[in-house]
């Protein structure tokens, strides 16, 4: 098929990328120039495991452009995936969404064939039918459902696993009115062997925000065990194990430490509280979930002042920048309220991330940057450990103060080692 993806972010490159080694044609439209040079290059406008290789190996099946209208035009079916923010009161912004709807409202103007849209970006319910419906229906004075379809498909890929991810969904979800949609996307992932969920688009698009405010409750909950569990002499990890092997619960996702961060989770549990409270519903167990989040960082600095009481001018290194291991992205990483505490108390920071560091300067320039890991390690007092990059376990910790939101097992060695949770 001839698929254009509308923003080409973590979401929209695998997705594009992912569809083109399934031998479709695929346009990019992004608005961002610098990574339509990069995509046209066949180089990664973003750090992903596997990427650039996929790139290169499809490099005759897919173009980027910022030309809707011609990438709608020679398109069967368009996927959106700009990103979708948050606002300052945590409700989504739909900025992106909005413009996007309003270019391919009028690159469908003239087209003549029926196109499918489909909505992957994570939009709040009654968004595709309220917001975007609307607008492309006002731009290219056509009739939703009957002379272009509307569908949505949300995305649960996870970032630093996008491309697996891609290939090997737990589920695909489907959100559809009318046939020639489901057709279409029945048809794109017709390779696919998972279960595939066919439902109208609102519960489609709930569906993406339950799934991420249960995760997110249940990584608030192991932190919140754990935090008991710490001051109990007990290990949260030994602890998850044991629960884990409940069927009913399933041990994935009982990562105790320092939270999560991530472009997802805390503005999708945010804009659900939002959205309920727009409804007139009062989201308790939501607010827990995220003020826990919000809390659990500090607990690192927290141990640290056990053995560092005062951290001005003290040597502080810190272990990983990333929301997570293998990627670049810090958007909402543990490693920023770690790092404004650590810079409001004085300390002098020296930091580490293999992929991460050139993002994090940008907030952060004042920070010392080092080439490696072992040099934080070298010239710190005390080590902090906020991201599992798996390097990090080859490391010599022997004579150091080391922090470990993330459960390193070999900073163990340290001379004095502390676990968030254990
Ligand atoms: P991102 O910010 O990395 O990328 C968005 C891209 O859209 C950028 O390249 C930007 O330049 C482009 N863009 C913005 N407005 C545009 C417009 N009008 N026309 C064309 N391009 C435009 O976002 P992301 O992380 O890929 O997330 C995209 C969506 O997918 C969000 O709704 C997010 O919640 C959801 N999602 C993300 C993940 C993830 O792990 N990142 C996983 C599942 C779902």
Request: hydrophobic residues 40%.
């Given at each position: 098929m001839k698929v254009s993806i509308v923003g080409s972010g973590y979401v929209g490159i695998v997705t594009g990328i992912g569809f083109a080694e399934l031998n479709n044609e695929v346009i990019f439209i992004d608005i961002d120039k610098d990574k339509v040079e990069k995509i046209n290059s066949a180089k990664p406008p973003l750090y992903e495991k596997g990427l650039e290789e996929l790139m290169k190996k499809n490099r005759d099946k897919y173009v980027a452009t910022s030309d809707y209208k011609r990438a709608i035009e020679y398109t069967d079916v368009t996927f959106i995936c700009v990103g979708t923010p948050s606002k300052k009161d945590g409700s989504i912004d739909l900025k992106f969404i909005k413009s996007a709807a309003v270019e391919i409202g009028k690159a469908l103007k003239d087209k003549g064939d029926f196109h499918v849209v489909v909505v992957k970006s994570t939009v709040v319910p009654g968004t595709t039918e309220d917001v975007i419906k609307p607008t492309i229906e006002e731009k290219s004075k056509k009739k939703s459902f009957e002379d272009f379809g509307l569908a949505v498909n949300p995305e649960f890929l996870r970032e630093g696993n996008a491309i697996e991810d891609f290939f090997n969904p737990d589920r695909i979800v489907i959100g559809a009115k009318e046939e020639k949609s489901k057709k279409s996307l029945n048809e794109l992932y017709s390779s696919f062997e998972c279960p595939k969920f066919f439902t109208d688009i609102k519960t489609a698009e709930m569906i993406k925000y339950a799934s991420n405010a249960f995760l997110a409750t249940k990584i608030s909950f192991a932190n919140e065990i754990g935090n008991i569990c710490k001051k109990l002499g007990i290990d949260a990890y030994d602890v998850f194990k044991g629960v884990g092997l409940d069927h009913r619960i399933n041990?994935?996702?009982?990562?105790?430490?320092?939270g999560f961060g991530g472009s997802c989770f805390p503005k999708d549990v945010k804009a659900l509280m939002a959205k309920a409270e727009e409804v007139g519903e009062n989201p308790r167990l939501l607010k827990a979930v995220i003020e826990i989040n919000e809390k659990q960082p500090l607990k690192l600095i927290e141990l640290l002042k056990k053995h560092v009481s005062k951290l001005e001018g003290e040597k502080i290194g810190v272990l990983?920048?990333?929301?997570?291991?293998?990627?670049?992205d810090i958007r909402e990483s543990r490693a920023i309220p770690i790092v404004e505490t650590l810079i409001k108390e004085g300390a002098e920071i020296i930091a580490y991330d293999p992929k991460a560091m050139n993002n994090f300067a940008k907030i952060f320039p004042q920070l010392k940057y080092a080439n490696s890991a072992d040099e934080v390690i070298a010239n710190s007092d005390a080590v902090l450990i906020v991201t599992e990059w798996e390097e990090f376990e080859k490391l010599n910790y022997k004579g150091k103060i080391v922090i470990d939101g993330r459960r390193v097992e070999r900073a163990r060695e340290a001379k004095i080692y502390e676990g968030v949770c254990w």
């Open positions: 041990p994935s996702f009982f990562r105790a430490g320092i990983g920048l990333a929301f997570k291991p293998d990627t670049d």
